[in-house]
């Protein structure tokens, strides 16, 4: 059974970064895209992008092009998110989830890691 | 930009009652690429369908999805207590704003 585990909460002031972490297990990593999906609070879910782990490509969402980088690394099975130049607005849970490149559904999900931005 | 309209905003429904909920594309998609999730208080989303009409593992049959073009439909038969909740649609990157099934 496909699983994900996500790294912990964060705080960060206006203005740093911040990156998120997803370890993969229980399936063949290179099977899945890795895509990154942000609810603000009280808000419904919006999609930042995605990344194929078979080819390193990517694809971000207009609204976050230029300020948000997808990666993975193999050997460790795991998927990262950075955001930068972060803003209030991006006060969030992301969540990670497994997409599947022949229907586009995201199979299966991170539990969220809470990014707060604060002064 | 393909945009994803869900209605109702809110549904008020009691248990054993049947659910339909829309989701309406801006432009035609294709049904092979719109999924339906469900989200509890507090935790991540669980993939419902996908390609518009087949149930993800596990997910019971009181659920059922069809449509085509720009109009979506999910349908939940017989309200269960767990099924409260709130429902998105989705297709490529795009969310609908989600519908939710309140007790009435």
């Known amino acids: 059974q496909a699983q994900l585990v996500q790294s912990g909460a964060e705080v960060k002031q206006p203005g740093a970064s911040v990156q998120v972490s997803c370890q993969a297990s229980?399936?063949?990593?290179?099977?899945?895209?890795l895509v990154w999906v942000r609810q603000a609070p009280g808000q419904g879910l919006e999609c930042m992008g995605w990344i194929s782990v078979f080819n390193g490509n990517t694809n971000y969402a207009r609204k976050f092009q230029g300020r948000v980088t997808l990666t993975t690394d193999t050997s460790t099975r795991s998927g990262y998110m950075e955001l930068r130049s972060l803003r209030s607005d991006d006060t969030a849970v992301y969540y990670c989830?497994?997409?599947?490149?022949?229907?586009?559904?995201?199979?299966?999900w991170g539990q969220g890691t809470l990014v707060t931005v604060s002064s | 930009e393909i945009e994803l309209t869900q209605s109702p905003g809110t549904l008020s429904l009691s248990p054993g009652e049947r659910a339909t909920l829309s989701c309406r594309a801006s432009q035609s998609v294709s049904s092979r690429f719109l999924a339906w999730y469900q989200q509890k208080p507090g935790q991540a989303p669980r993939l419902l369908m996908y390609?518009?009409?087949i149930r993800a593992t596990g997910i019971p049959d009181r659920f059922s999805g069809s449509g085509s073009g720009t109009d979506f439909t999910l349908t939940i038969s017989r309200l269960e207590p767990e099924d409260f909740a709130v429902y998105y649609c989705q297709q490529y990157g795009t969310f609908g704003g989600g519908t939710k099934v309140e007790i009435k």
């Open positions: 390609s518009t009409s």
């Open positions: 229980g399936y063949t990593f290179s099977n899945y895209g």
């Open positions: 989830a497994l997409m599947t490149t022949v229907t586009t559904s995201f199979d299966h």
